[in-house]
């Protein structure tokens, strides 16, 4: 949506729109900073004041061949005065800094979109490895677009000459230079920038002072340049957003503080044992920066040894956590029958990602429910939690250790390589109001009685340290005599165990909030149903569905296991639903398995997350019917 604005002169000018909200994405290969570009054009922008979600696209190859689509690095941003939930369906600008960035993103740009191309990358050489026979921008490829073509290698090496740079290390500027140039595309400010350089080049300020310089030529070019009306001066207004004190974090961040301040409100010590995995490791880099906040972390040789040394702190008093993602996840198995054996608190992060086996790592996909709820031997039940934006993640993690400390059962956490690396403006949460966790230990002064008692309105063990005088006790993954403890292999002690444990983990329906409709009435012709990183995409297609008239609904699902009380009572209100999904229907077999309700999927494998577009497209269809 846009409303005329007006030139210096305080004439119309068609051409110079006021934009409610614009969606630039900055591409090239791999090593040519386009992360770093696009995370200092969101913070810029965060300072603006204006709402954004980021969508960082990494290349799955570790060194993929420069100059190939296999190569290409990409970070999308939507910002703008308005509500903002996803990084955008089409593209508003797309900057390639070679031909094979332009090949992997020009089919995302919107029609009249505009290109901004670095002219000298796009020689023979790197056009024939993109598959180019000829050079697009000397066709009629571009003429849906407005196209502008600039030597921003040259520019760029041009502005550091005097700062004793190698030439590999001028050209590196080349994203700071474009990165200046976007700056003021959309009249974004610089100095968090440069204090960003500053503080990341301490070590060589010669580096610092280049990028600085590189970056102020980008934004003196644009300001110089006659660049095309089309092209500029995108101004918009503040986004109307809730007082408070704001970070631009992605989900890893948060979920990552999240845990640290249920642990601290639990009085418990933190400690993470995992094994690198993309796109998880960025959980265990964070946690390993907090060890002044008493946090411990141990990267382990592979995933078992990560999560039994988890189970190992729980086991000693401490909050064990561990993270993976799905192929980690499936090793980890076994290891999590052994916490739901011993009955012992325990976090367990997965950051889902595409595909079986290795997949695509950098990919996001939502298919590892099944995993997650089913995916073990024997009956084992555990609480399944799912975060749905990255600011969502800070209560979920919190959510998540007080379900597993209260219950005594380790609980899943599930958000996926988007959520992980994605960012948005998060209101930082008041601490003061954060839930009180309460945890008790059996002490030497209680009575040896309890040590099997179980509390009556959790089913929950006693949480019991080991070496505490009198309380010793036997556990392990070998079935237990539901009254002492030991080992047991009696029939119906086995019917009596498996019975308790499912009614621990079904009683936490009870202690759960009731199901909510996110967006829209409790009941009517259809509902959205929607559960982890879709909730963007599902929110803004119920908007603009309700903006024509049509009364629809959003519902998201945060507890997966068991499910609020009240769920299937609330679907039965609707006539239709469609459960899109990021993987072949698996939140939507298990509503219709659990509620018998004739739900409709609409599933998405691709890597990427929905477009709003596409959810319409389908609700459209399923009206027809």
């Not at 009085?267 to 964070?286: D, K, R, V, W």
């Not at 054996?341 to 996909?365: C, D, F, H, V």
């Not at 569905?545 to 959003?554: I, P, T, V």
Request: with cysteine; aromatic share 8%; hydrophobic share 40%.
């Amino acid at each position: 949506m846009s409303v005329d604005s007006k030139n210096t002169n305080g004439t119309p000018d068609d051409a110079h729109k006021v934009l409610e909200a614009v969606v630039i994405r900055f591409a090239g290969d791999s090593g040519d900073g386009m992360q770093i570009a696009g995370a200092q054009f969101t913070i810029e922008t965060a300072l603006f004041g204006e709402d954004l979600a980021t969508f960082p696209d990494y290349p799955a190859e570790i060194r993929a061949p420069a100059g190939t689509e296999f190569g290409v690095s990409a970070f999308q941003v939507q910002f703008g005065s308005t509500d903002i939930s996803t990084p955008g369906d089409e593209l508003d600008v797309l900057i390639a800094m070679s031909p094979a960035a332009l090949k992997a993103n020009l089919p995302d740009l919107r029609v009249g979109g505009t290109v901004i191309l670095d002219k000298e990358a796009f020689d023979a050489r790197n056009l024939a490895k993109s598959g180019y026979d000829t050079n697009p921008a000397s066709d009629e490829s571009f003429a849906q677009y407005e196209l502008i073509q600039l030597n921003i290698s040259q520019m760029a090496a041009e502005a550091v000459v005097g700062f004793d740079l190698s030439q590999k290390e001028a050209r590196r500027s080349r994203n700071m230079w474009t990165l200046g140039l976007a700056l003021w595309l959309y009249d974004r400010d610089r100095s968090a920038t440069v204090e960003w350089l500053q503080n990341k080049f301490a070590a060589r300020p010669e580096i610092a002072k280049a990028n600085i310089a590189a970056l102020n030529a980008g934004h003196a070019y644009g300001e110089t340049a006659e660049m095309p009306s089309s092209a500029v001066g995108h101004g918009m207004g503040k986004a109307q957003m809730t007082p408070g004190e704001y970070r631009v974090a992605t989900g890893t961040q948060t979920i990552a503080l999240g845990l640290l301040a249920a642990a601290k409100s639990a009085g418990l010590q933190m400690f993470l044992g995992s094994y690198p995995i993309t796109p998880a490791s960025p959980i265990l880099h964070m946690l390993a920066n907090m060890k002044g906040q008493g946090v411990i972390t141990f990267q382990a040789e592979d995933e078992i040894a990560a999560i039994c040394s988890a189970i190992g702190a729980s086991y000693a008093g401490a909050l064990g956590v561990t993270s993976s993602s799905g192929p980690g996840i499936a090793l980890k198995s076994e290891a999590i029958g052994l916490a739901i054996s011993a009955e012992l608190p325990l976090i367990i992060l997965n950051t889902q990602r595409a595909g079986p086996s290795t997949g695509m790592p950098t990919k996001a996909e939502q298919s590892d429910l099944f995993q997650a709820v089913y995916g073990r031997n024997a009956d084992a039940p555990l609480p399944v939690l799912a975060a749905s934006t990255p600011s969502d993640c800070f209560e979920v993690a919190v959510e998540a250790v007080r379900l597993a400390t209260k219950y005594m059962t380790p609980v899943f956490v599930l958000t996926d390589s988007y959520l992980a690396n994605a960012a948005e403006p998060w209101h930082l949460p008041d601490l003061a109001r954060l839930p009180r966790l309460s945890v008790d230990f059996l002490s030497e002064s209680d009575d040896a009685s309890q040590l099997q008692r179980r509390a009556p309105d959790t089913l929950a063990r006693s949480w019991i340290r080991p070496g505490t005088p009198g309380l010793e006790y036997r556990t392990g993954g070998l079935e237990k005599d539901f009254r002492t403890g030991h080992i047991s292999y009696d029939a119906d002690n086995h019917q009596y165990m498996t019975d308790i444990r499912a009614a621990k983990i079904g009683g936490i329906g009870a202690d759960i909030p009731l199901q909510e409709v996110a967006l829209g009435p409790e009941s009517g012709p259809l509902a959205l149903v929607g559960w982890g990183s879709t909730f963007g995409p599902i929110r803004q297609a119920t908007r603009r569905a309700r903006d024509k008239g049509l009364d629809f609904s959003h519902i998201h699902v945060r507890y997966l296991n068991p499910f609020p009380p009240n769920l299937g009572e609330l679907l039965t209100g609707f006539d239709k639903i469609l459960v899109p999904e990021m993987n072949s229907g698996q939140l939507l077999t298990m509503l219709r398995s659990t509620f018998l309700v004739p739900a409709e999927g609409l599933s998405k494998v691709t890597g990427q997350p929905f477009k709003i577009a596409e959810i319409l497209d389908a609700v459209t269809a399923l009206m027809e019917v």
